[in-house]
């Protein structure tokens, strides 16, 4: 079994701070790409940022400049963000492309998701 778990998540003043952890953990053989999502109420989920196992990092435009998604290893990402927006108020989730042991200890690929944390931009 694979499981991706977020934690860091909270409520925090406009111009504020937060940084959100992802670890991927179960019979996992490698985890490729990495990323963060976020879903505010009444809108579609919007890739935030990723990172690639090369460590090549990706941006959504509104948070060039602001936040910081960086690999601590090969099973874990961390968003660091800064000058956060009321309208930044959302779910976000993290997902990983993992290739995982299966049940007949085979190797498989399938992208997994976290729960999501909530994370509150107060004005």
């Known amino acids: 079994q694979v499981q991706v778990e977020e934690s860091g998540g909270g409520t925090v003043q406009s111009g504020g701070s937060l940084r959100l952890t992802c670890t991927a953990s179960?019979?996992?053989?490698?985890?490729?790409?990495m990323g963060w999502y976020r879903q505010a109420p009444g809108k579609e989920r919007e890739l935030v940022a990723s990172i690639s196992r090369s460590l090549t990092a990706q941006y959504a435009d509104s948070v060039k400049g602001r936040f910081t998604i960086s690999r601590d290893n090969a099973k874990s990402v961390t968003l660091q963000m800064n000058n956060l927006k009321p309208e930044e108020t959302a779910v976000y989730y993290c997902?990983?492309?993992?290739?995982?042991?299966?049940?007949?200890?085979?190797?498989?690929?399938?992208?997994?998701w976290g729960q999501g944390t909530q994370v509150t931009v107060s004005s």
């Open positions: 179960g019979t996992i053989f490698s985890v490729d790409d």
């Open positions: 997902t990983a492309h993992i290739k995982y042991y299966t049940d007949y200890a085979k190797l498989d690929w399938d992208d997994y």
